[in-house]
């Protein structure tokens, strides 16, 4: 619901991922407006980037629609993870938040409160970090 949110607010892509199977796979939910096909190379790359951060050797993507919330494509990348110097290189100056567990997407809280850590698991209050935001 956030990223959907966010996502419509300021036409933005938003995602958030997690690890799953103790870093073996992962997922992302990724959410943004732009025409199928672009917006399907975001998710692939995307995807393409964490798995090979996580070191992973599957990684899944679910591409939201910012207007609906509706699935609009997924990805499933199943293959065993190489290194990869471009990968390296990559990731090396990709801005990125490592995934949140997925033990805490399970458990978030349906309000959060000014002062309590926000949950898209940057480590600030919220009222310091998304909070602020959607004023």
């Known amino acids: 619901e956030r990223i959907v949110r966010d996502a ?14 103790a870093g073996g796979s992962g997922l992302t939910f990724h959410c943004n407006g732009l025409p199928a096909s672009i917006a399907r190379e975001h998710l692939s790359a995307h995807c ?31 293959e065993d993870w190489k290194p990869d110097p471009q990968m390296d290189a990559a990731t090396a100056v990709w801005r990125k938040r ?27 209050k919220h009222k310091k970090c998304c909070l602020g935001r959607e004023n």
């Open 8 to 21: 419509r607010r300021d036409d933005e892509n938003h995602d958030i991922s997690t690890a799953v199977d």
């Open 48 to 78: 393409r980037l964490r798995k090979y951060d996580a070191k992973a050797s599957a990684w899944y993507g679910v591409l939201l629609d910012p207007a609906s919330g509706a699935i609009r494509g997924a990805l499933v990348l199943e």
């Open 98 to 124: 490592p995934p949140v567990p997925i033990s805490q997407l399970a458990s978030l809280p349906k309000k959060v409160g000014r002062n309590d850590l926000c949950p898209c698991g940057s480590g600030r």
